[in-house]
């Protein structure tokens, strides 16, 4: 049985515009996701619609077979809980410190004043520290975020995710502002995430290279459509052609 | 090309030109100003406050006096901001894009806040005057809620400018309302927030001083009572009084707003 | 001390308590924490020292609001006409357009002065120390003050509201000039340019629509300000019809149209403001 399922699923802003439309695809535990296609095409739509920051028009995502639509708000932050994700903007509380923020991912494990009083226990505080070991950043743990470069936010990023025990990892352009050496750090860390802990890791990314090298399974997404869904090696250049359009040009000379 | 646009540009200037030129024109006329007279008497009052405006050693006399009153107009103005932001801060949660619980809440917000923002300071002491005579609490209140439109309108830009990002990332982890207001939206906002009170004190201090000619009470009133009275050296005292303390607090103010921002 | 994991704990952080320390108190974090406690000791010493000259709270209250209603719900003219009522109005205006305008051109004048990168830094210095004094004294006590020479009125008024304007203005242009591209008028000035030309060709052309805005915004201001100085310093337009019928008349339903008239001015001006704002001033 399938992780998620994600059934024809449409989305529009407005009446005649659609973002997606008949999205279906599965996923499994573990399996390591690229999606790519042209800016606009629906990419970060699509990703926030699995875990219902954007509310999707019609069709139905199961998740272990219960459709995400029916959560009451209570069930639906349980299910976030189990949702990480990452954004290309990393998305962090600058002002506050890189611990405080690893910490932030427990927040849908606590009752509202749990949170609101920063009671975070010790073991959860531990956990904490070991992730960003792990991510070669447990000496800048009482740093404020603002001070860190743009890799070290993504890691704390992926550090908050981490936290939160997810089964999928949900990663919007995470590699889209870094430079290249920053971008490797960060998708290997990627990479050994979906291996070494189980994890499912769905990227949208940009760059067709970076997908075929880290990814098992790549989704072409072109005007809110899915135009290919398969292995890497078998992504082809007419395949990329249908995915960019006439951008293809430029991203297979590069 | 290029010189159309030139031209036309030139073009606009003129007619604005003239626009404010005829507006200056019938203000002048409706308001019986002379721009003559207007501008002939201002070194005239000038030399006149060099003359009059001089404290004397029996005005210090008075000096305990006006410390009263004026740590009255102190606190008048600081209490009406803090309490007004606090008020303030929920309602700029409610009108923020970000944080708004409904689309009616937002509305309702913003239309308190532009309506407390727009009526003048006077104009609510005026109201308050009628029912609340002349007390301490009729300040108050009409600095509150002068304060209360100014402040949910910048608390609301600032958590729409600062806070998009870091919200979304805690709603995706499964944080509630309340825990994203308070680990996101306020530790990103609260510097520019209490920047924006610091302000709020430091012009607080000036209106009260209005209102209290008004109603009596701290500063404005031993102005306005040493004044009626043609006691200039007193009137210059408490005016330097006054510039003292609004000095004070600006340099307080901009020292905090350098080690926060 | 639990020091069995000492690769994952020798740089952890623990309270007194022994537990793990997440936040960091930096200067920051105690200056806001510092300020925000002592505005709320002050802010109840505050109450509990006022002279409340035994007042009935709630009865004041509810009085209040019943002339709230009375004001929003039968706002009326009885004492003076709706002609009357719109001279008023444009007198006011009048006096906020006047005080702006004269005060803009004046501030241009000496912004150029007390901006850092076209004047000396001495008497940028003494400009800007000069008009910070002037700023702080409230524009009524301004009013009063020419009101001993020139008489009550509306050329005090203008005067008053004339110098806190350039107050304002010469602060508010300054900056905007400083925020000139250096570049820009070392370029001209290589070129051979003298002072006058870096002005009238790079400063003025580069900030107008930023000092039109700052001008703008200031007239809003002074709006308000003129409504005051009718209601407190004699200054006649509305705000002396809003003292009037308040304290003289105890007409509710008037003080309620002429509010509703200063409202509706008021947001019209606040509307234009603020699209100029969010178009010519770039926040910072």
């Known amino acids: 049985m399938p992780l998620l399922e994600v059934k024809n699923i449409t989305k529009q802003y407005e009446k005649d515009k659609k973002v997606l439309s008949g999205i279906s695809f599965d996923v499994n535990g573990g399996e390591f996701i690229s999606i790519i296609g042209p800016s606009g095409a629906g990419k970060s739509t699509l990703l926030r619609c699995i875990n219902r920051m954007v509310d999707f028009s019609s069709g139905e995502i199961l998740f272990h077979n219960t459709d995400i639509m029916s959560l009451s708000k209570k069930d639906l932050r349980k299910y976030r809980t189990q949702i990480g994700m990452i954004f290309q903007h990393y998305n962090l509380v600058s002002r506050l410190t890189v611990i405080e923020n690893v910490l932030h991912g427990r927040l849908g494990y606590k009752t509202t004043l749990q949170g609101i009083m920063t009671r975070f226990t010790e073991e959860e505080k531990k956990e904490a520290f070991h992730l960003l070991e792990k991510l070669g950043m447990r000496e800048h743990a009482y740093k404020r975020c603002d001070h860190l470069s743009g890799g070290q936010k993504q890691r704390v990023g992926i550090a908050r995710a981490l936290i939160q025990q997810p089964k999928i990892l949900l990663c919007d352009e995470p590699i889209a502002s870094l430079d290249p050496n920053s971008s490797k750090v960060i998708m290997d860390h990627l990479k050994n995430i979906s291996q070494e802990l189980r994890i499912t890791c769905i990227v949208n990314l940009h760059q067709v290279d970076v997908a075929k090298h880290y990814s098992e399974r790549i989704i072409g997404l072109n005007g809110g459509q899915i135009v290919y869904d398969g292995a890497p090696q078998e992504l082809t250049t007419t395949n990329i052609h249908q995915i960019y359009g006439s951008e293809a040009e430029n991203l297979i000379l590069a | ?261 | 001390m639990d020091t069995v994991k000492s690769s994952v704990t020798f740089d952890i952080r623990t309270k007194p308590s022994g537990k793990i320390k997440i936040t960091n108190w930096n200067k920051s974090k105690v200056v806001m924490t510092g300020t925000l406690l002592v505005l709320t000791l002050l802010s109840m010493y505050g109450f509990l020292t006022f002279d409340y000259k035994e007042i009935n709270l709630i009865q004041a209250t509810l009085d209040t609001l019943a002339n709230l209603k009375l004001m929003f719900l039968q706002a009326n003219l009885n004492n003076f006409t709706l002609a009357e009522a719109i001279y008023q109005i444009g007198l006011t205006v009048g006096l906020a357009f006047l005080a702006t305008i004269i005060g803009a051109v004046i501030s241009l004048f000496i912004a150029l002065f007390a901006a850092k990168n076209l004047s000396p830094k001495p008497l940028a210095n003494t400009i800007i120390i000069f008009i910070a004094f002037i700023r702080a004294v409230p524009t009524v006590l301004w009013v009063f003050i020419f009101a001993i020479a020139a008489g009550l009125g509306s050329e005090a008024a203008i005067l008053g509201m004339l110098l806190h304007t350039v107050a304002f203005l010469v602060k508010a242009f300054a900056e905007s000039i400083e925020e000139l591209d250096a570049g820009v008028i070392e370029a001209l000035r290589a070129s051979g340019a003298n002072w006058w030309h870096v002005v009238t060709n790079a400063v003025i052309p580069s900030t107008m629509t930023s000092l039109l805005s700052w001008t703008f915004l200031r007239f809003e201001t002074n709006f308000t300000v003129a409504v005051a100085m009718g209601a407190v310093a004699g200054a006649g337009g509305i705000g002396f019809e809003l003292f009037m019928a308040s304290g003289f008349y105890f007409d509710m339903k008037e003080v309620g149209f002429i509010t509703y008239a200063i409202l509706l001015i008021a947001v019209m001006l606040e509307f234009m403001s603020t699209r100029l704002k969010k178009r010519y001033i770039v926040k910072s």
């Open chain 2, 1 to 261: 090309m290029k010189i159309d646009v030139y031209r036309k540009k030139k073009r606009q200037f003129t007619i604005f030109a003239l626009i404010v030129l005829c507006m200056t024109f019938i203000s002048a006329k409706l308001t019986n100003f002379s721009f003559v007279q207007g501008i002939s008497s201002v070194p005239e009052a000038f030399r006149w406050m060099g003359s009059n405006l001089l404290i004397t050693r029996e005005s210090f006399e008075k000096m305990p006096s006006i410390l009263d009153k004026l740590i009255e107009t102190i606190f008048l103005s600081i209490t009406a901001t803090t309490t007004a932001s606090i008020i303030a801060l929920l309602l700029a949660l409610l009108g923020s894009q970000t944080t708004k619980v409904n689309g009616f809440f937002s509305t309702l917000s913003r239309f308190i806040a532009s309506v407390f923002r727009n009526i003048p300071i006077v104009a609510w002491a005026l109201i308050l005057l009628l029912s609340f005579g002349q007390n301490a609490l009729t300040g108050y209140f009409a600095l509150f809620l002068a304060t209360l439109g100014f402040l949910t309108r910048v608390f609301t830009e600032t958590i729409d400018e600062t806070s998009n990002s870091s919200v979304e990332a805690l709603q995706s982890t499964g944080a509630n309302y309340y825990q994203v207001v308070s680990k996101a939206v306020l530790p990103e906002c609260s510097p520019q927030m209490i920047s924006w009170i610091l302000f709020m004190v430091e012009t607080n201090i000036r209106s009260s001083t209005l209102v209290g000619i008004l109603t009596g009470t701290g500063i404005g009133f031993a102005f306005d009572l040493y004044y009626k009275s043609m006691n200039y050296n007193v009137v210059s005292l408490i005016t330097l009084s006054i510039v003292v303390v609004v000095i004070s607090i600006e340099l307080i103010s901009n020292y905090i707003r350098r080690v926060i921002l």
